[in-house]
Nanobody, 118 residues
Framework: QVHVVESGGGSVQAGGSLRLSCAAS????????MGWYRQAPGNQRELVAQ???????TYAGSVKGRFTISSGSAKNTVYLQMNSLKPEDTAVYYC????????????WGQGTQVTVSS
Protein backbone atom coordinates (compact mmCIF):
# COMPACT_ATOMS: atom_id res chain seq x y z
CA GLN A 1 0.00 0.00 0.00
CA VAL A 2 1.05 3.55 -0.78
CA HIS A 3 -0.34 6.73 0.76
CA VAL A 4 -0.05 10.01 -1.16
CA VAL A 5 -0.43 13.51 0.28
CA GLU A 6 -0.24 16.82 -1.60
CA SER A 7 0.34 20.31 -0.25
CA GLY A 8 1.08 23.80 -1.50
CA GLY A 9 -2.00 24.89 -3.41
CA GLY A 10 -3.52 28.32 -3.09
CA SER A 11 -4.58 31.45 -4.90
CA VAL A 12 -2.33 33.64 -7.00
CA GLN A 13 -2.65 36.32 -9.63
CA ALA A 14 -1.84 35.62 -13.26
CA GLY A 15 1.90 35.64 -13.84
CA GLY A 16 2.62 34.45 -10.32
CA SER A 17 4.17 31.23 -9.06
CA LEU A 18 3.25 28.35 -6.78
CA ARG A 19 5.07 25.21 -5.70
CA LEU A 20 3.22 21.99 -5.03
CA SER A 21 4.66 19.15 -2.97
CA CYS A 22 3.70 15.50 -2.89
CA ALA A 23 4.93 12.86 -0.47
CA ALA A 24 4.35 9.13 -0.78
CA SER A 25 4.61 6.79 2.17
CA UNK A 26 4.26 3.06 2.69
CA UNK A 27 5.67 0.67 0.11
CA UNK A 28 7.58 3.43 -1.68
CA UNK A 29 10.22 1.11 -3.12
CA UNK A 30 7.61 -0.25 -5.53
CA UNK A 31 6.87 3.18 -7.02
CA UNK A 32 8.34 3.74 -10.48
CA UNK A 33 6.50 6.87 -11.63
CA MET A 34 5.05 9.88 -9.83
CA GLY A 35 3.08 12.58 -11.51
CA TRP A 36 0.78 15.57 -11.25
CA TYR A 37 -2.65 15.68 -12.82
CA ARG A 38 -5.30 18.39 -12.74
CA GLN A 39 -9.02 18.60 -13.15
CA ALA A 40 -10.97 21.76 -13.79
CA PRO A 41 -14.78 21.89 -13.36
CA GLY A 42 -16.49 20.19 -16.27
CA ASN A 43 -13.22 18.80 -17.60
CA GLN A 44 -11.58 15.40 -17.48
CA ARG A 45 -8.54 14.85 -15.32
CA GLU A 46 -5.42 15.45 -17.38
CA LEU A 47 -1.71 14.79 -17.02
CA VAL A 48 0.34 17.88 -16.16
CA ALA A 49 3.77 16.34 -15.63
CA GLN A 50 5.35 13.11 -14.48
CA UNK A 51 8.79 11.85 -13.50
CA UNK A 52 10.12 8.32 -13.46
CA UNK A 53 12.38 6.82 -10.82
CA UNK A 54 15.18 7.22 -13.33
CA UNK A 55 14.48 10.93 -13.72
CA UNK A 56 12.75 11.00 -17.10
CA UNK A 57 10.19 13.78 -17.24
CA THR A 58 7.08 14.31 -19.36
CA TYR A 59 5.03 17.50 -19.62
CA ALA A 60 1.72 18.48 -21.11
CA GLY A 61 2.20 20.89 -23.97
CA SER A 62 0.19 23.58 -22.21
CA VAL A 63 2.65 23.77 -19.30
CA LYS A 64 5.97 23.06 -21.02
CA GLY A 65 8.43 25.82 -20.29
CA ARG A 66 6.39 27.14 -17.35
CA PHE A 67 6.16 24.15 -14.98
CA THR A 68 9.00 22.00 -13.67
CA ILE A 69 8.62 18.64 -11.97
CA SER A 70 11.39 17.34 -9.75
CA SER A 71 11.89 14.64 -7.17
CA GLY A 72 13.51 14.64 -3.78
CA SER A 73 16.63 12.66 -2.97
CA ALA A 74 14.59 9.84 -1.44
CA LYS A 75 12.49 9.53 -4.64
CA ASN A 76 9.26 9.42 -2.64
CA THR A 77 8.68 13.16 -2.86
CA VAL A 78 7.91 15.16 -5.97
CA TYR A 79 7.53 18.87 -6.50
CA LEU A 80 5.80 20.91 -9.16
CA GLN A 81 7.15 24.41 -9.60
CA MET A 82 4.57 26.45 -11.47
CA ASN A 83 5.66 29.77 -12.94
CA SER A 84 3.91 32.26 -15.20
CA LEU A 85 0.56 30.94 -14.05
CA LYS A 86 -2.50 31.61 -16.17
CA PRO A 87 -6.21 31.62 -15.26
CA GLU A 88 -6.62 28.45 -17.32
CA ASP A 89 -4.27 26.68 -14.90
CA THR A 90 -7.01 26.91 -12.28
CA ALA A 91 -7.93 23.38 -11.22
CA VAL A 92 -7.65 20.80 -8.47
CA TYR A 93 -4.17 19.30 -8.75
CA TYR A 94 -3.71 15.64 -7.85
CA CYS A 95 -0.54 13.68 -7.25
CA UNK A 96 -0.36 10.09 -8.44
CA UNK A 97 2.10 7.37 -7.55
CA UNK A 98 2.28 4.33 -9.84
CA UNK A 99 3.39 1.04 -8.39
CA UNK A 100 5.50 -1.22 -10.58
CA UNK A 101 3.47 -4.38 -11.02
CA UNK A 102 1.33 -6.06 -13.67
CA UNK A 103 -1.10 -4.50 -14.08
CA UNK A 104 0.23 -1.23 -12.63
CA UNK A 105 -1.51 0.09 -9.55
CA UNK A 106 -2.11 3.81 -9.06
CA UNK A 107 -2.47 5.70 -5.79
CA TRP A 108 -3.95 9.20 -5.72
CA GLY A 109 -3.76 12.02 -3.25
CA GLN A 110 -6.78 14.00 -2.10
CA GLY A 111 -6.00 16.96 -4.36
CA THR A 112 -5.08 20.57 -3.75
CA GLN A 113 -6.83 23.60 -5.22
CA VAL A 114 -4.91 26.04 -7.40
CA THR A 115 -6.73 29.23 -8.35
CA VAL A 116 -5.24 31.80 -10.71
CA SER A 117 -7.04 35.10 -11.05
CA SER A 118 -6.68 37.50 -13.95
Amino acid sequence: QVHVVESGGGSVQAGGSLRLSCAASGNIFSINVMGWYRQAPGNQRELVAQITRGGTTTYAGSVKGRFTISSGSAKNTVYLQMNSLKPEDTAVYYCKARELQVPPRDYWGQGTQVTVSS
